[in-house]
C-alpha cells in the first residue's frame, strides 16, 4: 500500500483547519480514554485516517483504504494486539 503521512502541504507542520475542510470527517472511533481515530474521504476520492487533537493524517486512495480495512478483518494485525 502506498500510504504515506502527509498534511495538505506535504511538510511535517500541523495542518490547519482551513487546510482541511475539503475533507468530510466521520465521527471519531475513541477508545478509553482520549484515542480517537477518525477516517475522511474528499471530493477527489482520496482516504484519511488521522487522529482527534491533530492536523496530521495519513492519506491514499479509496482502493488502498478498502485493501487496508480488508487485511485487517483478515488478522494481518492481530500481532500487535498481543
Known amino acids: 500500500m502506498g500510504t504515506t503521512t502527509t498534511t495538505p502541504t506535504d511538510t511535517a507542520t500541523p495542518a490547519t ?4 475542510a475539503g475533507i468530510a470527517w466521520d465521527e471519531a472511533f475513541c477508545s478509553e ?7 475522511g474521504r474528499d471530493a477527489e476520492g482520496q482516504a484519511y485516517i488521522g487522529t482527534t487533537g491533530s492536523g ?5 486512495s ?20 498481543a
Open 17 to 20: 483547519a482551513s487546510a482541511t
Open 33 to 39: 480514554g482520549a484515542n480517537c481515530f477518525r477516517f
Open 56 to 60: 496530521t493524517y495519513v492519506t491514499d
Open 62 to 81: 479509496i482502493d488502498a483504504l478498502r485493501a487496508l480495512i480488508s487485511a485487517v478483518k483478515a488478522g494481518a494485525a492481530d500481532h500487535l494486539l
